[in-house]
């Protein structure tokens, strides 16, 4: 009796104890609300990096309420249909949401706990809306350099002017609000300076020697600023401009690698960093071991070493002279098509989408090449992946597109996984008999893939 009478006694003060806890929302987010208008029975929150984390769901009536364990920190929260709206969050918040429908999937209000710094976020995004006019390419890069600048020093201004209207605001919270409006000024800044001569037509064309840089003072080893989605992006321009290196998923460089080692302090912002772009760009490398060599002599945290090191394993399957990874899909004309029915000629496969930018810049190159390879034995398969199925085949008829045209209605379909397609374009390589020539294959306006080609003919 004495035992049983302790035990309760111990329960009833860890109950009591939790009771506090739950009043206090010490560790936890207690987030809850209604949704009118919207079509929809659960919500999803999402990490800064888009990694869904809790699905909530809805009664109903179309309320919810939940609780979320988590850090303080930067959130997305979605429908799984619409862009996703970006949180600030910290435990003990409380905080209740309005969703209301509009032409944009939703809009949404905060009151309560955490109200002001969310609210905050909503009207901030509604007034980047508002200067799409001034901050449109097609505008700004007809200023001169210094109508420019004052254009710049302006807009900063006035989004300075309006976080600082917001008195208040968690500490944390405006410190990396602070750092947002110099990142995208900074962007803003740097856009102009590498695209004016394009945009002029004369590529020659560079800005004077007096234009700022605009990453020049950014501090790369900031172990504060991790939870905003922009700062590992913030440290990738500042090294790229210093050492005026264009780094990219599709080519990951061995020297930038190097770089941050040598150049960032913390362990942690270098192993955060160098996972991220390794993680993204290692399937679409053309230099598969070497990355991974140097990635494993940087890299302390163990999580990140196993991710990569069971990517580095799963990319080795699909290495050259390996059978590929096979598709069944529909064509342009509702055709099914699969990979072994097109054995007994090279496939050369371009996965895109009428959203991707560098897609559509290359589909002059892809036109030209098919071409000329029209009467060879050789198939252009185009495969269109994330994106709506009317939007793909208007396109297809409007450009009039060439070679084999597919359409994917899921992006997660096999071909894709044992590909690890993780950006698009992607452009592969099969030979006559099914077996891989190049995962990663050279694009259309690359010289190399003639010769690759005519290699493999």
């Not at 700062?231 to 401009?241: F, K």
């Not at 005026?244 to 040598?262: S, T």
């Not at 990635?295 to 399957?317: G, H, S």
Request: hydrophobic share 35%.
């Amino acid at each position: 009796m004495k035992l049983k009478s302790l035990l309760l006694i111990f329960l009833a003060i860890l109950l009591v104890n939790f009771s506090k806890n739950v009043k206090k929302g010490i560790d936890y987010v207690i987030i809850s609300g209604k949704i009118e208008d919207v079509n929809i029975d659960s919500l999803m929150i999402y990490d800064k990096d888009f990694k869904p984390i809790q699905t909530i769901h809805l009664s109903n009536d179309l309320t919810f309420i939940d609780t979320l364990f988590i850090a303080k920190g930067y959130y997305y929260l979605g429908d799984f249909k619409t862009s996703p709206k970006l949180l600030f969050l910290k435990p003990s918040y409380n905080l209740k949401t309005n969703i209301f429908s509009n032409d944009d999937g939703f809009s949404i209000s905060f009151e309560g706990n955490g109200s002001e710094e969310n609210n905050y976020l909503q009207e901030k995004e509604k007034n980047n809306i508002k200067l799409k006019p001034v901050i449109n390419y097609k505008y700004y890069m007809s200023l001169n350099e210094k109508d420019f600048l004052k254009l710049s020093d302006s807009i900063n201004s006035e989004k300075t002017n309006f976080l600082n209207s917001y008195i208040k605001l968690d500490s944390d919270f405006k410190y990396f609000e602070s750092f947002s409006l110099k990142f995208e000024n900074s962007q803003f800044i740097d856009s102009y300076s590498k695209w004016k001569g394009e945009f002029i037509g004369d590529k020659s064309l560079s800005v004077s020697k007096d234009f700022p840089n605009p990453f020049l003072n950014y501090d790369i080893s900031n172990e504060k600023m991790l939870p905003h989605p922009k700062y590992l992006v913030s440290i990738l321009l500042t090294l790229s401009n210093k050492h005026h290196l264009n780094i990219g998923f599709q080519n990951i460089n061995l020297e930038y690698l190097q770089i941050i080692d040598d150049e960032i302090k913390s362990q942690i912002i270098k192993d955060k960093l160098i996972y991220e772009h390794v993680n993204q760009g290692i399937s679409q490398t053309k230099e598969l071991d070497s990355v991974y060599t140097k990635f494993m002599l940087i890299v302390k945290n163990q999580e990140f070493r196993d991710d990569i090191n069971t990517n580095y394993l799963n990319l080795k399957k699909i290495s050259k002279g390996i059978v590929s990874p096979t598709f069944e899909l529909y064509d342009i004309n509702n055709h099914l098509v699969t990979l072994e029915s097109l054995r007994g000629k090279l496939v050369y496969v371009d996965i895109w989408g009428t959203w991707c930018f560098p897609c559509i810049q290359e589909i002059p190159s892809l036109k030209i090449i098919e071409k000329e390879f029209r009467d060879e034995d050789i198939y252009f398969v185009s495969i269109c992946v994330r994106d709506k199925k009317e939007r793909f085949e208007k396109f297809v008829q409007e450009k009039e597109l060439f070679g084999i045209q597919l359409f994917a209605p899921d992006a997660d379909i096999s071909f894709f996984k044992e590909y690890q397609l993780k950006t698009v374009p992607r452009y592969i390589l099969i030979d006559k008999t099914g077996r891989i020539i190049d995962a990663n294959a050279y694009k259309p306006s690359d010289p190399k893939l003639k010769e690759k080609i005519l290699e493999n003919l």
